[in-house]
């Protein structure tokens, strides 16, 4: 039975969340995809949609369009007629929906009638903005704004009062010192923010979980199968089969192509561990292959000299490549795959971080023979714990990896016709992982657009290497990846911007050929310069959807004056 009212006259598409104790009235439409909280008021003439989340508590009042991008935290008030964008520019003859700017309302504040929010801003919590006024900027917490364009005028209350000189609200007393907490906000800038994607997810997170613990299924429960369903659909694939890791995701492809000792697996050694890891694992022998500066992916040229020389040499069997979507950006796989063709060589590609990328026009993981990904929490899709997928075209293949998920099973579990692993996906992963790629669309816009202003601001910067834009292929944009001049310059950014509150990684310091692991290979210093070259002076940015505009600017501010 449903808790809350919807008025007869409403139209509801399909997907959507609603809360207890929210009232919709006359003429409005909810669009797929959307989360409405609790006890929340939609006026007349209300559209929400798509994928929008609207928090707890929310008053929107008659005639007000909460478009994609636009994100409400709880006790959010939209006053009548007020006006969200999300395309900072648009054209009716132009389609710009990949452009739209994400625009997050935070707890507690207050839109007047006929106002207008440009999409990218991001409004204060307890923030008051004055009937008519035109915002083309964030708003610190509890500030005061009116006018078009709208400049801060005040500080208010949480009961909407505006503050004295001292900062003590007249009416109910309470002293807010909003320069001191917004202080407290600059100085700590999360590398990768979870929370800021559950706040959006949490109505369906939590009756997702609630369904699992309800039904008890924990191992393959209908989770599996339905996320598996919608996996695959997305990669635009015949299969997709999850797993306990992105590790375990490459270890099965190997495993299901018959890859083992005497076999030669052509990768990159500037990448994780993972990569070449179940290689040796299943006993065949890594081949690393230098990588194009300009990508930090395996360099095609490089990887046809290898596999000839390798094939000429005669010692090992080339049976496989391994290409690694590094940040998020595809390989070359038309000429990845021309020279797997040429040599009768398997592709597993690696998409771990590249998961919702585009290749001209076709999606990362169903690049290769089969694609490999990982939904380790900080990934594009990230659960919240380990896990991994992987997905192909091929029924053979597909049979072949479901059975070595469950110990090689057979007709049943005590029927082993292989030998497999134990690398299922957990069913509350599978729940988790369901409303996330509901909303992994739109986060692949967000992240674009990130991504295209870090560019745009430091380019200015000429000594700062960036990552490249190409035409027809579209990173997810796992992390945005600078090289400096040198490891010293690195070192300094660094530690000037750790001083700043604002944190950097460094992907990845110590190629593999140079790992203990990889010892006995027999690769020295020297053998693959380019992946040592950026190993010392690479570092990366924060980088995820919820990145505000504020903190991005900041950022690249305080990049620019080191």
Not at 150 to 158: I, L, N
Request: with cysteine.
């Amino acid at each position: 039975m449903k808790d809350y009212f919807v008025h007869p006259t409403t139209q509801l598409d399909e997907n959507v969340t609603i809360g207890n104790g929210t009232k919709i009235w006359h003429f409005s439409h909810i669009m797929k995809n959307t989360t409405i909280g609790t006890n929340c008021n939609l006026g007349q003439n209300v559209v929400a949609g798509p994928d929008v989340f609207i928090g707890n508590g929310c008053k929107i009042q008659n005639n007000v369009s909460v478009y994609k991008g636009v994100t409400l935290e709880d006790d959010v008030f939209c006053g009548p007629s007020m006006v969200f964008t999300n395309v900072f520019n648009p054209r009716s003859h132009i389609r710009r929906m990949e452009e739209v700017r994400p625009t997050l309302i935070k707890k507690g504040a207050s839109l007047g009638a006929n106002c207008t929010i440009v999409c990218g801003v991001t409004i204060g919590k307890y923030a008051f903005v004055g009937a008519g006024a035109v915002v083309t900027k964030d708003v610190p917490d509890y500030a005061l704004v009116m006018g078009n364009p709208a400049k801060q005028t005040g500080w208010v209350c949480e009961c909407g009062e505006k503050l004295n000189q001292d900062f003590i609200c007249p009416v109910c007393g309470k002293s807010i010192d909003p320069t001191s907490d917004r202080q407290e906000h600059n100085n700590h800038i999360p590398f990768v923010s979870l929370a800021a994607q559950q706040k959006i997810i949490l109505p369906k997170l939590e009756r997702n979980i609630k369904n699992v613990l309800s039904h008890g299924k924990y191992i393959m429960g209908p989770e599996v199968a339905e996320l598996e369903k919608k996996l695959a659909a997305f990669v635009k694939s015949r299969h997709a089969i999850t797993c306990s890791s992105g590790t375990d995701a490459l270890l099965m492809a190997l495993m299901a192509y018959n890859i083992g000792p005497g076999d030669a697996v052509f990768t990159t050694p500037f990448t994780f561990v993972a990569t070449a890891e179940v290689i040796k694992l299943i006993g065949a022998t890594p081949v690393f292959v230098d990588i194009d500066i300009e990508t930090f992916n395996i360099l095609p040229t490089g990887l046809e000299a290898s596999v000839r020389k390798v094939t000429s040499e005669g010692n090992l069997n080339p049976k496989a490549i391994i290409p690694v979507d590094l940040f998020g950006l595809p390989c070359d796989y038309d000429r990845i795959n021309q020279i797997a063709s040429e040599y009768d060589l398997t592709v597993i590609e690696d998409a771990a971080q590249s998961f919702g990328a585009e290749y001209k026009g076709r999606m990362a993981g169903a690049l290769g023979h089969v694609g490999c990904t990982s939904f380790f929490p900080a990934k594009p899709l990230g659960g919240y714990g380990d896990g991994g997928a992987v997905s192909m075209d091929s029924d053979e293949i597909a049979e072949k990896i479901k059975s070595i998920r469950i110990h090689g099973k057979g007709v049943d579990k005590y029927d082993n016709v292989r030998v497999g692993i134990n690398g299922r996906l957990d069913t509350l992963q599978a729940a988790i992982l369901l409303p996330k790629l509901e909303i992994f669309p739109q986060e692949l816009e967000f992240r674009r657009s990130i991504a295209k202003k870090y560019q745009e601001a430091l380019s200015a910067d000429s000594t700062l290497k960036l990552p490249k834009n190409f035409l027809d292929i579209k990173s997810a944009w796992a992390q945005f990846s600078i090289l400096t001049p040198d490891g010293t310059t690195r070192t300094r950014i660094q530690e000037k911007l750790k001083e700043k509150g604002i944190p950097t990684a460094v992907y990845y310091p110590k190629p593999l050929h140079l790992q203990t692991a990889f010892a006995d290979l027999g690769y020295e210093k020297g053998d693959f310069p380019v992946s040592e070259d950026c190993a010392s002076r690479i570092f990366s940015l924060p980088m995820h959807p919820y990145l505000s505009k504020e903190d991005q600017t900041r950022i690249c501010k305080e990049l620019l004056s080191i």
